[in-house]
């Protein structure tokens, strides 16, 4: 396993359309985590799983987004209706849920809304 | 929430100069992480240290916990040492939802 695996790479979509990103996390890491980079931004997190299980999500995950992580493997990430501000950098993370929990990121997938 | 200040913003460089970037976070934290995110949109993992000192290669990082700090050197910069580089911690309240500061974009020019 090389890593965190995130399809596709760059996605460009009209507004009003809906779009699903992919995540596969490193494969001993139970915990899945989504983040959004904006332009000049650091990343923000929106939401994450244990295993299958989502147990937060951010504020900035309005309910046009959904995500699922069935069996506790692989994530999607959906996105409905899009608009122009949901243009961004979607990051997925992995990470083992322990003393040490360090995050390792895929390489995201850019997203452009027109 | 915990705030992340990343400084300086930005950082111009001639080759084979030395740097410090500073990370600083307004709370106790868990775990703090340096990344490098490089051309393409990827974070590359620099350093896993929620106290102490590490180094790797021309890196190094100290993060004095008490005093809610963490530095990054890069010795001897090299121009593919260019990129942004973010500090991201982990606050008490665990699950690691990871809070990056804003960056610091280095250019190390030929």
């Known amino acids: 396993d090389t890593g965190v695996s995130q399809d596709p790479r760059h996605k460009i979509t009209k507004r009003g359309q809906n779009v699903t990103f992919r995540c596969d996390p490193i494969?001993?890491?139970?915990?899945l985590y989504w983040y959004r980079q904006t332009l000049g931004q650091g990343p923000e997190f929106l939401t994450y799983?244990?295993?299958?299980?989502?147990?937060?999500k951010s504020r900035l995950l309005s309910d046009r987004f959904s995500a699922e992580r069935p069996k506790g493997s692989f994530s999607t990430l959906e996105i409905q209706r899009t608009e122009q501000g949901d243009s961004a950098m979607y990051l997925c993370?992995?990470?083992?849920?322990?003393?040490?929990?360090?995050?390792?990121f895929g390489q995201g997938t850019r997203l452009t809304v027109v | 929430g915990i705030q992340v200040e990343q400084s300086p913003p930005d950082l111009i460089l001639q080759e084979g100069a030395n740097s410090t970037l500073r990370c600083n976070f307004s709370?106790?934290?868990?775990?703090l992480q340096w990344f490098h995110q490089n051309p393409w949109g990827q974070l590359i993992n620099l350093f896993y240290?929620?106290?102490g000192t590490k180094q790797n290669g021309r890196l190094s990082a100290t993060t004095v916990a008490t005093e809610r700090y963490s530095l990054l050197y890069i010795s001897s910069s090299q121009t593919t040492d260019s990129g942004v580089y973010f500090c991201?911690?982990?606050?008490?309240?665990?699950?690691?939802?990871?809070?990056f500061g804003q960056g610091t974009r280095l250019t190390i020019n030929p």
């Open positions: 991201a911690v982990d606050p008490p309240q665990g699950a690691q939802k990871l809070v």
């Open positions: 494969s001993e890491h139970n915990r």
């Open positions: 240290i929620p106290s």
């Open positions: 993370a992995s990470s083992i849920q322990g003393r040490i929990t360090e995050a390792f």
């Open positions: 709370d106790s934290v868990n775990n």
């Open positions: 799983f244990q295993n299958e299980a989502q147990l937060e």
